[in-house]
């Protein structure tokens, strides 16, 4: 395994789901066809285009990067969306309103906070940083999900998830980290954002 190395992040773009406020989760919801004209404009910044790319299990991470022009090597489960249960497919609105109380005792376990029959930041956490511990190949570039980027973020950052975040991430950007085998997670950079393509017709 590799003791040191940096990896940069990047939020697929937008699906229907985004669009009318519905929480995705594991539901395998493809991008919009205005959000891959959209990123056939851009390509990946500086060093990042020359790294090898990987996307999540679900297809809105593979279409995001194809329509980037980005050939990738694999999906890697470990980085795949928290799994919000029994409310996907529904607005995050709609159940504040329907749960009351009790979603604001939920939301308010930050870390622990969970979704019925799905996981918490916490278990989206562990998994991903059991992944990085043996992680073989140097440094990498995967499209995931905002709850993945959130979790490694809040870690690296030493936030608790409550209340408003240290810094504002954009979700069209990318975020880099550094792993170290005797530091573990730190921020490199943040909202890295996409390079428009020169001569492309908008």
Known sequence: MQADFSFAVLRHGATSWNRDGRIQG???IGLLPETRD???RLRL???WADQPWYTSPLKRTGETMSALGIDVVGALPAFIEMNWGQWEGRKLADIRAAQGDAMQQNEDRGWDFRPEGGESPRDVLQR??????QWPNGDFGVTTH???IRALYAHARGWNMLGKSPDKLRWDALHVFRWSAAKGLSVSQLNVPLIPIKGHLP
């Open 128 to 133: 991903v940083l059991a992944f990085l511990r």
């Open 45 to 47: 910044p500086g060093e």
């Open 26 to 28: 594991h539901s395998d």
């Open 146 to 148: 905002k709850g993945v």
């Open 38 to 40: 959209q990123l056939h």
